[in-house]
């Protein structure tokens, strides 16, 4: 990727480094807009001089929110336009309206794809390693989770500063809401797995036939149900190790 | 018992905290990563795997969307962890029942999390009319360095979440351990059965899938009849 006239490689470089940290003044007020700020002022301070960087930085302080990996290319794009803007062409939407139209849908097919889907698959995996004692899930949940976030970001970054307005297409063609509908399917064949796994080897510690088995999936349904139902799933854990113990103590007491 | 372990478990809440809003988010927050990095770095990292496999199962499906903040789930792994480790009262009480019992004592106080965020979180509100006020007097490095103490307020508040955790949980394992550690040999196996399980149904409650009842049943049934035959 080679630089733009005015913004070089390493300015650039800065800018998608400085991103890692858009978040670490969010406020209820304006949410990222200092971090927005924040992460672009190096490619702002060589485009924009005097007068027209503080017009500029005052402009940028305004409300900004969206999710921190899908925010990149929105960075990226906007660095692009200020520059464009700067070198006095014709911007078809100006870099505010461009901003604010592009942050809801990033945050929402960022929150859907990232934190809604592919954590909780990674998660998930990892889980079921970690259940059987494998402190390799560690390892493959960071794995599964960050080369794809951390590679969508960079890319999404460089994608977002080559096309400006045109990253729109590209982002489409990533398709995130389609291949996030797929893998949550994934994520519960993976908990499906997972329960399977745990009835199989929890029934043989406490010495129950391994047909009990068959009941784990209507209990978990119904459970599952429950917490859809608005019962808090802190509630409902304390509820079933309380039952748990009360039940095995009222048993020993019918054997005595 | 000497402080160290406590020290060490208020860094690995620093970093896992950092990590879950100011800075990278790599997940090392979630709970899956955080305790485990707890155990390991107190010396015992299994226990830190059990808890963080149970509890990221439990709170897998929570995300924090716009301006809602969901409970501390990154402080109560370490918090659990770190309990779970220096008050494990000895081989007579079996670890995973134990690691169980701290994890639900923390859990309620993971809730304190969500309040000491908030507070982080509103005084970051003032840094951005600091902010204009720079920019008003053309004083553009001060940007970074208020911009920055962002984190110093999200590192205070994770602390914060750990401190009325581990405090917390100490004052309740102190009235329930000598009640419960009877019971405990005997309650473990089923709870290492019910508890993922009621982890897992927690976070299908969540998945947003039309046939998310079919799929699921259909591959505990492949997955629980190939145990059966090969397990």
């Known amino acids: ?256 | 018992m000497s402080g160290f372990p406590y020290f060490i478990a208020a860094f690995a809440s620093l970093v896992a905290g950092l990590d879950r809003t100011a800075f990278l988010q790599i997940m090392v927050s979630r709970p899956i990563v955080a305790a485990p990095l707890t155990g390991w770095l107190l010396d015992d990292m299994q226990t830190g795997l059990y808890i963080g496999a149970f509890l990221e199962l439990l709170w897998l499906g929570r995300i924090p969307v716009g301006a809602s903040i969901p409970p501390d789930d990154t402080q109560v792994a370490v918090g659990s962890t770190c309990l779970a480790v220096t008050q494990y009262p000895g081989s007579s009480v079996p670890v995973v029942a134990f690691s169980i019992l701290c994890l639900l004592v923390a859990l309620p106080f993971g809730r304190v999390g969500g309040f000491f965020d908030r507070l982080a979180r509103r005084a970051n509100g003032t840094l951005w009319v600091r902010a204009e006020r720079a920019v008003e007097e053309e004083r553009y490095d001060r940007l970074t360095w208020l911009h920055l103490q962002g984190v110093l307020h999200f590192g205070f508040a994770s602390l914060m979440t750990f401190g009325v955790i581990l405090l917390g949980g100490l004052v309740c394992l102190q009235i329930l351990v000598p009640v419960l550690s009877g019971d405990l040999p005997l309650v473990q196996p089923w709870l290492r059965l019910a508890v993922p399980l009621a982890g897992v149904a927690a976070c299908l409650s969540t998945v947003n899938f039309r046939h998310a009842v079919w799929v699921y049943s259909g591959a505990f049934l492949i997955v629980y009849c190939l145990l059966l035959l090969f397990g």
């Open chain 1, 1 to 256: 990727m080679k630089g733009s006239e005015n913004l070089s490689k390493k300015i650039l470089w800065c800018v998608a480094l400085r991103a890692l940290l858009l978040q670490a003044s969010w406020n209820f007020g304006r949410m990222q807009n200092l971090g927005f700020l924040f992460t672009v002022m190096p490619g702002f301070r060589r485009i924009f001089k005097g007068r027209q960087l503080q017009r500029e930085c005052r402009r940028n302080l305004s409300y900004f929110n969206s999710n921190p990996v899908l925010a990149l290319p929105i960075i990226g794009a906007s660095l692009r336009l200020e520059e464009q803007k700067s070198r006095g062409e014709d911007l078809i939407m100006g870099v505010e309206d461009f901003k604010s139209a592009m942050a809801g849908p990033c945050a929402a097919m960022g929150d859907s794809f990232f934190w809604g889907t592919l954590r909780p698959l990674a998660a998930s995996a990892a889980v079921w390693l970690a259940l059987a004692g494998n402190g390799w899930s560690v390892v493959l949940f960071l794995l599964l989770y960050n080369v794809p976030a951390i590679g969508l970001r960079f890319c999404g970054f460089w994608q977002g500063y080559r096309r400006d307005y045109k990253v729109v297409d590209k982002l489409q063609s990533w398709r995130l809401s389609d291949l996030a509908y797929r893998l949550r399917s994934l994520l519960v064949v993976v908990l499906g797995g997972i329960s399977a796994w745990v009835a199989f080897d929890g029934l043989g510690h406490v010495q129950l036939s391994v047909a009990w088995g068959w009941s784990v999936v209507p209990v978990v349904l119904l459970i599952g149900w429950l917490v859809r139902r608005g019962v808090s799933s802190l509630v409902m854990l304390i509820g079933l190790v309380s039952l748990l113990w009360i039940g095995l103590h009222l048993c020993n007491i019918v054997r005595l």
